[in-house]
């Protein structure tokens, strides 16, 4: 907020208008003085002439009779009489021009004189009457005249003494009434500035005090109905809407520092939050020598549960999952959602002796990992999750948040890599791996913008039990610009993990249905088995997307078989069925891969359109040393022939097990006895070109 700039020397408001009306009042009195003065000037110079006129006409009318018979006396005692008037000073017949006739009084040598030479130089334009003014002196001629004739003229002087007196005693009145009446609007202008001064310096004050302490419940009482009293009201309104929106700011800010600091579904902090609580608990520890533990927690196949049964069921399993993870922990640690399926723990203060420390932690996190794993009822559903948990310490070294919570991410990393469902250490060569994975990901997008020119399938051969190649399974190759061919198993992890799993097995299907359609076209009737991951098989849009690819490429359905894993079915039962039922009905075939290592169900083998199942090669291994997997692979044959599947054995590398696998019944074989994963071209000269194959020439 701006400081307010006050003014050094501030006037009022009220002060302002009372000079202002003072002001005018004052000049509108002054200019009305001026003007009476004036027209009383007027008016009394006129009735002075005017007075002074008639006398001097009726004084000619008299003085006609002397002066026609030249009689001196009787015109200076008619003169005389006029000594009455004690305005008129002298009197004076003048005939012939300058001949002094009679005058009253005579010894007045001067007044003569002047009269003299008034009558020199007004008496040639005075046809009747003239007069002139002087500052002290009034002087009238008036003409004598008998039958229309002149006989002389009369000169008259007045004094102005009583005009001027006259005149005084109107400004002393005009300069009291003045006063008075200034006096009076001084009073009036006094009470007028209180009167606006004191509403106006209540406004201001309630202001002042709104403004200093941020006090919006301050209101005015309205005692007034002019305009004063509306801007109280105009103010009281201004005050409350103030209040109201400081309020909703407020609220607001609290809701701007919630969305800013936790997660809106689940309450807890978020990363931001917990970033600045984990720097302060790390220097804490640093300082007590009280060793501390972060927790980088994500749920297992969240995205599955999410993408199947929606986003209500995905939020109510992360609210349940926060709640679990909150009540597993001590009330002075700390825990945050940063994000999808991802958590955030932090442990401080666990023991002064790292190694206790870390086993504390250890402790903290297997208890945690097994509440996450217990099955959570939603609408009905009993949903299935575990949880990968990364574990960084703090307070053994300096080291920032970020640092930690880095360590942590990579430890969770190694957790899934290890098969999910599990707790691991941050150890110092997990940094080089995550640089060399974060690498590796960075390559397999841009390997992903051109796939045909970056990725290749290798087929490996499937044969039947007379020797003949039946099909072959697809499995993807990497051209790498700097490391030469990779296999799978270095970057198909990391492409689950990242969902790049998607576009890269979309791929391998087009490419699959691309070689089928070319072995079609060329008489050669094999199937051709493809690897799908949970990931990519329970997305939205997988049926069409190999419908689609079955019409673009216009193949047989049945030469395209797709390898599931048991536990994709686990992940999500119904959503699992959905898919392969509508895929069945194209004639797409399933086959579950690696059998016999997951969790194996009677159940769903009675009820999904399976048509195949896949031993995995850890049973084939050993089949003659072990009779305990000897018996696993019988008992899966058997139970494959009753329910009216095929069994195909994977990882046959020696004479002695295909032959024990074909005596007990097996179906189809697949291994390095017959064939290691050989690209498009050689596999073709070897096996394409003879269909029948004689395992002894590749034992």
């Not at 006398?55 to 005692?77: C, I, N, P, Q, Y």
């Not at 800013?260 to 720097?279: I, K, W």
């Not at 097995?505 to 199937?527: D, H, P, R």
Request: proline share 3%; with cysteine.
């Amino acid at each position: 907020m701006m400081p307010s700039s006050t003014p050094r020397n501030k006037t009022s408001i009220a002060t302002t208008i009372k000079r202002m009306v003072f002001g005018t009042s004052v000049s509108v009195l002054l200019i009305a003085s001026f003007s009476f003065l004036t027209m009383e000037w007027y008016a009394a110079k006129q009735n002075l002439i005017d007075r002074v006129s008639l006398t001097s006409e009726l004084m000619a009318e008299h003085l006609t009779a002397a002066v026609s018979f030249g009689d001196k006396t009787t015109a200076e005692r008619f003169l005389a009489s006029l000594s009455n008037d004690p305005d008129i000073k002298f009197s004076a017949v003048i005939i012939d021009e300058q001949e002094l006739f009679a005058a009253y009084p005579k010894a007045n040598t001067t007044i003569h004189d002047e009269a003299k030479r008034f009558l020199a130089t007004d008496r040639t334009v005075a046809s009747e009457s003239a007069y002139k003014f002087t500052i002290s002196k009034l002087f009238l001629l008036q003409n004598i005249t008998l039958n229309q004739q002149p006989l002389g003229t009369l000169l008259m002087q007045v004094s102005l003494k009583g005009y001027w007196m006259h005149m005084a005693l109107y400004l002393a009145l005009i300069l009291v009434v003045v006063i008075i009446l200034i006096y009076l609007l001084q009073k009036v202008s006094n009470r007028f500035q209180k009167n606006i001064a004191k509403p106006i310096d209540l406004i201001l004050g309630r202001m002042s005090q709104v403004q200093n302490n941020s006090d919006y419940s301050i209101r005015i009482e309205v005692t007034r109905s002019d305009e004063l009293g509306e801007i109280m009201h105009q103010f009281n309104n201004m005050v409350t809407k103030i209040e109201s929106r400081d309020q909703e700011l407020v609220e607001k800010s609290k809701e701007i520092e919630k969305h800013a600091f936790y997660d809106p579904l689940t309450g807890l902090p978020n990363r931001r939050l917990l970033s600045a609580q984990l720097e302060h608990e790390i220097q804490a520890a640093l300082r007590t020598k009280n060793f501390g533990a972060v927790f980088y927690i994500d749920l297992d196949n969240f995205k599955n549960i999410n993408d199947s049964l929606g986003h209500d069921t995905g939020d109510e399993l992360l609210s349940v999952a926060a709640n679990r993870i909150k009540d597993s922990l001590r009330d002075s640690d700390i825990c945050a959602r940063i994000g999808g399926d991802e958590f955030l723990a932090v442990l401080p203060g666990l023991n002064t002796n790292p190694h206790g420390a870390s086993e504390q932690a250890f402790s903290i996190a297997e208890q945690l990992r097994k509440v996450l794993t217990t099955p959570i009822e939603i609408n009905g559903r009993s949903i299935h999750s575990s949880a990968s948990i990364g574990i960084s310490m703090f307070g053994v070294k300096t080291e920032s948040a970020q640092d930690i919570l880095k360590q942590a991410d990579m430890a969770m990393y190694v957790s899934k890599q290890s098969g999910r469902d599990c707790s691991h250490f941050f150890s110092a060569s997990m940094q080089e791996e995550a640089i060399n994975r974060l690498n590796l990901e960075e390559e397999l997008r841009e390997a992903l913008l051109s796939p045909w020119e970056n990725f290749e399938l290798f087929y490996q051969l499937q044969v039947n039990r007379n020797g003949k190649a039946s099909g072959a399974e697809a499995l993807i190759r990497w051209h790498h610009p700097k490391h030469g061919l990779v296999l799978p198993f270095k970057f198909i992890p990391l492409a689950e993990i990242t969902g790049l799993i998607i576009p890269l097995g979309n791929w391998v299907i087009e490419a699959a249905c691309k070689q089928l359609a070319t072995w079609q076209e060329q008489g050669k009737q094999l199937s051709l088995a493809v690897n799908v991951s949970s990931n990519q098989f329970l997305c939205n849009g997988f049926a069409e997307f190999i419908e689609n690819q079955l019409i673009k490429y216009n193949i047989n359905p049945l030469s395209l078989e797709i390898e599931i894993t048991e536990s994709l079915i686990l992940d999500d039962k119904d959503k699992a069925v959905a898919v392969m039922q509508e895929l069945r009905k194209h004639g797409i075939t399933f086959s579950i891969d690696d059998f016999g290592t997951g969790y194996s169900s009677l159940q769903y083998l009675t009820t999904l359109p399976i048509s195949k199942l896949k031993i995995d090669q850890s049973f084939v291994r050993d089949i003659t040393i072990d009779k305990h997997d000897a018996a696993v692979v019988k008992t899966i044959i058997l139970m494959t022939e009753n329910l009216g599947m095929k069994v195909i054995a994977e990882g046959v590398e020696t004479e002695v097990e295909h032959e024990f696998l074909l005596t007990n019944g097996c179906d189809l074989f697949q291994g390095y006895l017959f064939s290691k994963p050989v690209d498009i071209n050689t596999f073709e000269q070897q096996f394409l070109s003879n269909e029948c194959i004689q395992v002894a020439k590749n034992g």
